[in-house]
């Protein structure tokens, strides 16, 4: 997979490739560390029929991040396809064990992400969530963005493959309510939508990213 698409990114990076390595961090794509004479990257693979729709989006979620001049995103260089085989390639972050003032600096740095203001609930554009498409349709109310563009799609897919039933899920009023009852004053910002485990490290100069 990799050895089809290096002399295709290769026409289009400064330096030359030198090697390749496969890495952990891919999730459901895989993934490889490029070093080049210049630098080293990070690239991901896919060949599902969504791939490129789906690295397209996790170019426009890493770019808005990145506008926001707030915690460091990996930088996104290239996002293409080759012979069905869908990839986008970025900076390539070595990262180190995390300690306690590392967390720290991790979340003063989500908190000055999470200051970034926006107009409304949801996104210039729909994306994924791993491989399931997510809508972002914009709503002035956290509470309806949160059960129409979150909970409720996912209460309609686990209907449709029988794990719930109808009567198991609440109503969008019930949902309203509760939700209403435990949040308030919920002020849209920027915020990754992702962010687990697997989707922040701490480089090795201890930059959170």
């Known amino acids: ?11 289009k990076l400064e330096g030359e490739i030198v090697s390749t390595k496969p890495l952990s961090g891919g ?12 630098a080293q990257f990070f690239i991901k693979i896919n060949s599902a029929d969504s791939a490129i729709e789906m690295f397209h989006a996790e170019q426009k979620g890493l770019e808005a991040i990145e506008y926001t001049d707030t915690i460091a995103v990996p930088h996104v260089h290239l996002v ?9 390639l970025m900076d390539y972050v070595e990262s180190k064990r995390p300690t306690p003032s590392d967390y720290g600096k991790l979340g003063e740095k989500l908190a000055m992400l999470h200051q970034i203001k926006a107009d409304k609930f949801g996104f210039s554009s729909d994306n994924f969530i791993g491989s399931l498409p997510q809508s972002n349709n914009t709503h002035g109310n956290w509470s309806e963005f949160y059960w129409s563009e979150r909970i409720s799609p996912q209460f309609e897919l686990a209907m449709e493959k029988e794990l719930l039933r109808s009567e198991e899920i609440p109503s969008i009023e019930q949902f309203i309510n509760i939700f209403n009852s435990v949040t308030s004053n919920v002020e849209p910002s920027i915020l990754h939508g992702d962010l687990w485990g697997g989707n922040y490290l701490i480089s090795k100069e201890g930059t959170p990213f």
Do not use: F, W
Not at 1 to 11: A, K, L, N, T
Not at 29 to 38: G, K
Not at 81 to 86: D, K, L, P, Q, R
């Open 1 to 11: 997979m990799i050895e089809d698409i290096i002399p295709v990114i290769s026409e």
């Open 80 to 88: 293409g396809t080759h012979n069905e085989n869908a990839y986008i």
């Open 27 to 38: 999730s459901i794509s895989s993934a490889y560390l490029i070093n080049t004479t210049q």
